[in-house]
């Protein structure tokens, strides 16, 4: 039954992380749209973005994640690899709410970062899944 839940476990982060790259990258469109059809439509395609995927793919990714750890928690609290892991993802919940802080700002008109800046912000996904990739399967400490 193990190898279900990772299954499962793989198939919902490869999502999460999907809609977490592709959100800031609507970011950045949506800050360099410049009339209102654009401006609605990005609003449109980042609430069903974040709401349709990200939001599921990250409780399915923490439920079933959590599943697993739970079935030998000593081993996996007493790891090194698996802390780092742990604060990595930790990271990456805030990260995904940040995108909804900023989502709304966006939803209300009231945005003030420029496309520049959400291209940085779109960069931070792909440093955590890195690192929790090299956790996970080099498990260096």
């Not at 193990?2 to 950045?28: E, G, K, N, T």
């Not at 609290?77 to 990260?95: E, M, N, P, R």
């Amino acid at each position: 039954m193990y190898v279900w839940f990772q299954a499962f476990h793989v198939i919902s982060v490869i999502c999460w992380f999907a809609a977490l790259f592709y959100l800031p990258r609507l970011f950045v469109y949506h800050a360099m749209a410049e009339d209102e059809i654009s401006n609605e439509r990005f609003k449109v395609m980042e609430r069903k973005l974040y709401r349709g995927i990200a939001t599921p793919a990250m409780v399915a990714s923490i439920v079933l994640g959590g599943a697993m750890v739970a079935r030998s928690w000593e081993y996996f609290i007493s790891s090194g690899w698996f802390q780092v892991k742990l604060a990595l993802v930790l990271a990456l919940i805030i990260y995904h709410h940040l995108c909804l802080v900023y989502m709304k700002k966006f939803r209300n008109d009231a945005n003030t970062h420029s496309h520049v800046f959400y291209r940085w912000f779109n960069e931070v996904p792909v440093i955590m899944l890195v690192g929790i990739v090299i956790m996970v399967v080099v498990k260096p400490f």
